[in-house]
């Protein structure tokens, strides 16, 4: 029953969180409309299309592992009990914050539209804030060592080029 309480949970803050603020808000600031590239070269579309190709499935997975795995949400008035370090983890502390950024400045460069650069740069900045604020300070007093030796090997925002092994 906890898997399934999971799932559901992290399905509801999906939408409430990510498809929101990746989805929704971008969609009403361009409604999806093609401005000229960034700087007349097309090739950024290109880069933009990429970023939201790798950002959008390691969104998914990462809330797919604390429903499955941590057997609880990414929300914080529903945390996981277990700390969550496998896939993306392994390369990065906050995979699901750098996911979404990703997926709205490539879609900045696929529209071609700077109030989406400001958007994912306003927005990062408030996920940065959280997680020195809240989040850290509060994986340290729930996971305590644990996370110490997650933190110690595991880039917060840079990923890793080889993925990190729990000892």
Sequence with gaps: MQRVSAVLGSAL???VAPLMLAGFVPWWITHWGFLPAFFGFDLTRAIGLMLIIAGVPGVVDSFARFALQGLATPAPIAPTQK???TGLYRYVRN????GVAAVISGQALLFGDW???WYAALLWL???VFVL??????LKE???AQYEDFRANVPRWVPRLNPW???
């Design 13 to 15: 803050f999906f939408v």
């Design 133 to 138: 604020v809240y989040e850290e300070p509060t």
């Design 115 to 117: 109030r989406l650069l």
């Design 83 to 85: 700390l969550v370090v």
């Design 142 to 144: 729930t996971f305590g």
């Design 95 to 98: 995979p699901i914050y750098v």
């Design 165 to 167: 092994r729990v000892p």
């Design 126 to 128: 408030f996920f940065h």
